[in-house]
Structures are given as C-alpha cells and as structure tokens.
C-alpha cells in the first residue's frame, strides 16, 4: 500500500510526540511492505511565528493533497496569560478542521489493564471500560458569532447547530454501535438549550433507522457524574462539540493521563489523528511527554483511513506487552512502579519501536 502523510508537529510537546508516531509508521511499512511518503508542515504558534498566520496556506494545501494526518498540538502559554490576543493558535486547529470537513472526532477511551492503578477512580469501578465518543466537531458554540460589546463589559458566543450536522454524526455513531455492543448514549441539556433540542429530536429520528441499537439519552451533568460513578456502564456516546471536549478530557482520568488518549478527526475525505492532550509547555523539551498517545493515533490511523487492521492491533499488542512489562512514563507511572522501568520520551519510544521489530508477522 502506498499513502501520502502529512506531519504537523505543532508546538510545545507536539514535535517530541510525532517523532515517534512517525517512527512507528516507518516501521510498519517495513515489517508490513506498505510505502509511507511524508511530509512535514507548520501550525499553531509556530506557524504564527514564522508566517503570521496559524494556518498557512502551504500547511492547507498539503493537507488537502494528503491520505492522512498525524498532529501533535497548538498553544503557547503567551495566549493563555493574555486573551486579548486576536490571533491564536487554536484558530488554526479550528479552521482545518472546517476546510477538511471533519465534523466527527472518535475519542476511544481504551483502559489497559496494567494501568488501574494509574487512575485517581477505584480499579473495580474502571476494570472492563471501554468507551468510543463521537464528538461533532465543526458546529456549537466554538463557530458560532462571537460579540463583544463596544464598552467590552458583555461578551456572546453563539450555540448553534444544522440538523444536516447533526444527523451525519449520528449516522456514523450508530453504525460504529452496530459493531460493538449496540448500546448508544446520546448527550445533551435539550431542557435549556433549544440547540440541543434540535439535537435529542434528530437523534430520536435516526434511532429509528437502527432498531437493534438501544438509545439512551442522558444530560451532559447527569452523563459526566456517571462517567466517574460508572464509566463501565457506556458503550458509544453520541455528543456535540463543547460537551465533548470536555466530557472526553474527564475521560482521561479513566485511562489515567490524557498521555494515553488517542483521536481521529474523520469527514468525508483526509483524516486527522491526534493525540488528545495539549502542549503541555512546561514540559516541552524536557523529555517527558508520554508518546504513547501519538503512537495509539497512528493505529487509529492505519485502521480507520487505511483499512490495515492487523497493523493496528500489532500496535495495541506492543504497547499492552510494555505495559506488561512495567514499563511506564512519568505520567502513568505510580509508587509501584520500578524507578529503573520510568523512561522518558526517547526511551519509551525506541522501546515500542524495539518490541514491533520482534514481532512475528503472519
């Protein structure tokens, strides 16, 4: 197989992480015999810096002309410390998204078992979790119009939603819940907001085309207490853009750092994996950044936009048998943990790419 992929390191942490999820790419089209091409391109803070523009027209350009991208994050601590700032780098994440049209991000909440203990949440409530969101990903309150008053004393951010956007995640989110458990949780606040009104009636309707899939709808404070009381209890859940991002980053403490959290940005066309964690400035460049989510981007990678499915799973099996091993980052690493198996970006990455090479290929 022979695929075109675009790298965008971004800033902070991202270069350090997508170094070894392109490793692990090249290594699998050696085990494999697939032809990777890469390239490489700017976004974010970096983007800004050099070209004044979060999203540079070469950066789209590539991307439109590629099979599949691997991100690693935007941000700067300068546009967090000061909101007055215009541009920014999460303009850039927001606008490629739009251009590509990738209005569903799949978050799988993945628990390995080696990794309870690295959770704050009892390991017999967490044991047996596993959890795939469906975040709709180009509506809500993060593109709607944004106003600010001429005094800057009232400030609105619209909340608004297509029934078009709704129903082409749902589509997707009932079929990827035929395929699992056919168990599908659909979240909203449809008693205060008219926008997710529109959502639960649009959902309802659709549930009809999937009989054998059994819909709960559940509000998004009810479904975030849940998720810590009974994470176990999910299958697929069905949501919009801000209940997603934020009900999916309380998810990380299920898997016991947002470190171990992959994510795959899909529409209709070029797809966009990335790990679900920021920046992470304060640890940038220090070799500390846990890879492994970069790397579990890259199986979502090799499965959902290429089809390679064994590919993938050789990718979870590694990291399962590291795991296994007691082998941890700083991040998932606890008062059990061995002080010589806690290895920094570097090690942690050269070890998966040593254990995919012992790997036997059938």
Request: contains cysteine.
């Amino acid at each position: 197989m022979k695929k075109k992929i675009l790298v965008i390191p971004g800033d902070g942490i991202g270069p350090e992480v997508t170094t070894w999820g392109k490793a692990v790419l090249e290594k699998i089209a050696e085990l494999f015999g697939h032809e990777f091409e890469f390239d490489e391109a700017l976004m974010g803070h970096v983007a800004i810096e050099a070209t004044g523009n979060p999203l540079p027209d070469e950066t789209l350009k590539k991307a439109k002309q590629s099979d599949a991208i691997l991100f690693g994050a935007v941000g700067h601590a300068k546009y967090d410390n000061d909101p007055s700032l215009k541009v920014r780098p999460e303009q850039g994440l927001l606008k490629i998204r739009k251009e590509l049209g990738l209005y569903a991000n799949l978050r799988p909440i993945l628990l390995f078992d080696e990794l309870l203990d690295a959770s704050s949440i009892k390991p017999a409530i967490l044991k047996g979790t596993d959890i795939l969101f469906f975040r709709e990903l180009t509506g809500d309150v993060y593109f709607g119009e944004k106003i600010r008053s001429e005094d800057t004393n009232t400030a609105s951010d619209l909340m608004i939603y297509h029934r078009y956007e709704i129903e082409r995640i749902a589509h997707k989110a009932f079929a990827a819940a035929m395929q699992r458990s056919k168990r599908l949780c659909s979240v909203d606040k449809a008693n205060v907001l008219e926008s997710s009104r529109l959502w639960r009636e649009t959902v309802q309707r659709i549930a009809k085309e999937y009989p054998e899939v059994e819909t709960e709808h559940m509000f998004i404070d009810n479904a975030a207490m849940q998720l810590i009381k009974d994470p176990k209890r999910f299958d697929v859940v069905l949501t919009a853009n801000l209940f997603g991002d934020i009900l999916t980053d309380e998810a990380s403490q299920i898997a016991g750092s947002m470190g171990m959290l992959a994510s795959a940005s899909i529409g209709d066309g070029t797809g966009f994996f990335e790990p679900i964690h920021g920046s992470a400035h304060d640890i940038a460049g220090k070799d500390l950044a846990n890879p492994l989510a970069s790397i579990l981007s890259v199986a979502l990678m090799l499965e959902i936009s290429f089809g390679l499915k064994k590919e993938a799973q050789l990718i979870l099996t590694v990291i399962d048998q590291v795991l296994k091993e007691g082998f941890r980052t700083n991040d998932i690493a606890s008062d059990a943990t061995n002080p010589y198996q806690v290895l920094g970006t570097q090690e942690m990455g050269k070890l998966i790419l040593k254990f995919i090479a012992q790997q036997t290929i059938s």
